[in-house]
């Protein structure tokens, strides 16, 4: 059985760094082809990738917030770590972890997710 | 503003079929890359609908469907059922942001 668990502050001052923790149990970061991912979601606004690190240790950022965040693993713990700096009010967000299925040419679907963690920014 | 465009509620009665389209662009539904879809009930996390454009994983019923075409993508919904009711999000990949993107949502009234 697949599952996955975020943990973390649920509270963070503007300027300061957001670290989050992605538990999972059910698959292994060690095996050619897992990977997990970050995704937010502003309250009642729509989804937004993150970042993303792969078993072999590959990591992906999005586009626009490549400057502030960073993806790490710890596969003997099965978990994954997500840090955000320089927070904002704007970053209020649920944020999510989930696994990502990957296929093809650049294919990739998320086929297990995390409940979410509410993280809001404020002072 | 999202990179996929969803309109942002459609509406539907009971037993009835229901469509939400997922707009992209060459970058991305264009270019090949396939639509996935997400069911987010309130308060919950999304859960995977359909994947790779028309596939459904095991407990999803034959009820949803998610043809493609072109720079676009739908998610059809047929005998329209109250729990239904509920966000759509489309997801695919885009090769200029070379990362994931979504749709905007779509919240599913059922009347």
């Known amino acids: 059985q697949v599952t996955l668990k975020e943990s973390g502050p649920a509270l963070v001052k503007p300027t300061q760094t957001l670290t989050l923790t992605c538990t999972f149990s059910?698959?292994?970061?060690?095996?050619?082809?897992?990977?997990v991912s970050w995704i937010r979601q502003p309250p009642g606004k729509a989804l937004e990738w993150l970042a993303r690190?792969?078993?072999?240790?590959?990591?992906f950022y999005s586009t626009s917030l490549k400057t502030r965040v960073t993806i790490s693993k710890d596969a003997s713990k099965n978990q994954v770590v997500f840090t955000m700096t320089n927070m904002d009010p704007v970053d209020t967000a649920t944020y999510y972890c989930?696994?990502?299925?990957?296929?093809?040419?650049?294919?990739?679907?998320?086929?297990?997710w995390g409940q979410g963690t509410l993280v809001t920014v404020s002072s | 503003q999202s990179v996929l465009t969803q309109p942002p509620s459609v509406s539907g009665a009971p037993g009835q079929r229901v469509t939400i389209s997922c707009t992209g662009s060459s970058s991305n539904i264009g270019a090949g890359y396939d639509v996935h879809w997400y069911k987010q009930l309130p308060g919950t996390a999304p859960k995977l609908l359909i994947y790779?454009?028309?596939n459904r994983p095991s407990g999803v019923p034959d009820r949803f469907s998610g043809p493609k075409s072109g720079t676009s993508a739908s998610l059809a919904i047929t005998g329209l059922q109250a729990e239904d009711e509920a966000d759509y999000y489309c997801?695919?990949?885009?090769?200029?942001?070379?990362?994931?993107?979504f749709g905007g949502g779509t919240r599913l009234t059922v009347l």
């Open positions: 059910g698959f292994s970061l060690s095996t050619n082809g897992v990977r």
């Open positions: 790779g454009n028309n």
């Open positions: 690190i792969d078993w072999d240790d590959d990591k």
């Open positions: 989930a696994r990502m299925q990957g296929y093809g040419d650049r294919q990739y679907y998320f086929d297990y």
């Open positions: 997801q695919s990949y885009d090769s200029s942001l070379r990362g994931v993107v």
